[in-house]
């Protein structure tokens, strides 16, 4: 199996940065496309980026709301995808989630289409 912890998170004011981390276990790490979700209280849980594998070319591909703000990147020898969010804004307050998808390599964007999920991590954008 594959676990996921996720860390980075925290308190920013608006227009400032965050690098969000999500570690893995297992040796096949390569092998999955990797995403970032988030959930916002009394919101449903919605797909912010994903960089595939490297046989998919590590594809990539970001909500609307964040993208030309967030970059999502992996490091497979580390076991380890990024996401390095700039200019946050208040709507971007959530928990952030990292997921890992065992049938995908490629830029997928479905909660459906992910096997195994991180516990999360908050980010909080003061105005």
């Known amino acids: 199996q594959v676990e996921l912890v996720e860390s980075g998170g925290g308190l920013v004011q608006d227009g400032g940065s965050l690098r969000l981390s999500c570690v893995a276990s297992?040796?096949?790490?390569?092998?999955?496309?990797l995403g970032w979700f988030r959930q916002a209280p009394g919101k449903e849980r919605e797909f912010v980026a994903v960089i595939g594998t490297l046989w998919s070319g590590s594809a990539t591909a970001y909500a609307d709301s964040v993208k030309g703000r967030f970059t999502v990147s992996r490091d497979n020898a580390k076991q380890t995808v990024y996401l390095q969010m700039n200019n946050l804004k208040p709507e971007d307050t959530a928990v952030y989630y990292c997921?890992?998808?065992?049938?995908?390599?490629?830029?997928?964007?479905?909660?459906?289409?992910?096997?195994?999920w991180g516990q999360g991590t908050q980010v909080t954008v003061s105005s």
């Open positions: 297992g040796r096949t790490f390569g092998s999955y496309a």
């Open positions: 997921a890992a998808s065992g049938g995908y390599e490629g830029a997928v964007r479905l909660e459906w289409q992910y096997d195994y």
